[in-house]
T-cell receptor, first 114, second 111 residues
């Protein structure tokens, strides 16, 4: 059973470009979470999704950031018009339905904005 | 300050010694989890302890939870150089809920 997969692992963008980060949850998992980690800090929750639904987006910046988890395919975290402050590691986690909240994390995407 | 704060922020020990780190939180929780993160890598789940549990073991790991003090501790016994990593506690308020992480304890185990 493959773990949570994220791609790309590293992404470099110039200011003003768009960044698309993809996450494929573990097989059988229908809950996806996105977290952001700044250097030397802990992870900060961004958004929680189930298939075709955003359950909790309380950690998402109000502008430029969006997330989706379509019926088919990976979850996408999209950052429009990136700024230097968006440089961080973005982690996706997944968990199965009807189970205590053990979340399995992917390797992360390290976004660098030049 | 945020839910889930680890103490100490950094810890340096010799191989074979025990490493103890603590986590405090502010609001009621459903579960508390500990994760390990090697430099530049993703998080590895270590152990989950429910709010109605007081102690849990997994290999060389021992986790305690004191809900009256809103604190947890992680003990790594007989540490190895490979245990060098950052350790994070994370809390959630309900199943299926977001995790709130602390700032982490950076552990260095010297051979």
């Amino acid at each position: 059973n493959a773990g949570v997969m994220q791609n790309p692992r590293h992404l470099v963008r110039r200011r003003g470009q768009e960044a698309r980060l993809r996450c494929s949850p573990m097989k059988g998992h229908s809950h996806v979470y996105w977290y952001r980690q700044l250097p030397e800090e802990g992870l900060k929750f961004m958004v929680y999704l189930q298939k075709e639904n955003i359950i909790d987006e309380s950690g998402m910046p109000k502008e430029r950031f969006s997330a989706e988890f379509p019926k088919e395919g990976p979850s996408i975290l999209r950052i429009q018009q990136v700024v230097r402050g968006d440089s961080a590691a973005y982690f996706c986690a997944s968990s199965p339905v009807a189970r205590e909240n053990e979340q399995f994390f992917g390797p992360g995407t390290r976004l660098t904005v030049l | 300050s945020q839910q889930g704060e680890e103490d100490p922020q950094a810890l340096s020990i010799q191989e074979g010694e025990n490493a103890t780190m603590n986590c405090s939180y502010k609001t009621s929780i459903n579960n508390l989890q500990w994760y390990r993160q090697n430099s530049g890598r993703g998080l590895v789940h270590l152990i989950l302890i429910r709010s109605n549990e007081r102690e849990k073991h997994s290999g060389r790991l021992r986790v305690t939870l004191d809900t009256s003090k809103k604190s947890s501790s992680l003990l790594i016994t007989a540490s190895r150089a490979a245990d060098t990593a950052s350790y994070f506690c994370a809390t959630d308020k309900a199943a299926g809920n977001k995790l709130t992480f602390g700032g982490g304890t950076r552990v260095l185990v010297k051979p």
